[in-house]
């Protein structure tokens, strides 16, 4: 296959110069990218304009709190439990919280 033997030495040095060579061209990009980070980007300049809220602006409604012992229905009692299985789904660290509950004809 080969005219000539490739001798022990021979291998070693392509093999010092290539291993070389791949780490050269790492170290430059390397430092071409490290360059980056000097290239200035666009700046996006929001000026915020302090008005003062209009009178007629609706506050927030405070609604009842829902409180489940409140439920004296049978029926009500096992849909709100098969609404929190439900909403948890298999998570095992859900945090679910019944916010109302209301029975549809």
Not at 33 to 54: D, G, H, R
Not at 62 to 86: H, L, Q, Y
Request: a positive charge.
């Amino acid at each position: 296959m080969f005219k000539g033997q490739i001798s022990l030495i021979t291998s070693l040095e392509i093999t010092l110069i290539s291993m070389l060579v791949v780490f050269v061209i790492l170290a430059i990009l390397a430092f071409v990218l490290s360059l980056f980070k000097y290239i200035p980007t666009e700046k996006v300049i929001k000026e915020i304009k302090k008005t003062k809220a209009p009178a007629d602006v609706p506050k927030k409604v405070e609604r009842e709190r829902f409180d489940p012992s409140k439920i004296t229905s049978e029926e009500m009692k096992v849909a709100m439990m098969v609404a929190c299985i439900e909403a948890a789904g298999e998570d095992k660290n859900a945090n679910v919280r019944v916010v109302g509950i209301k029975e549809l004809n």
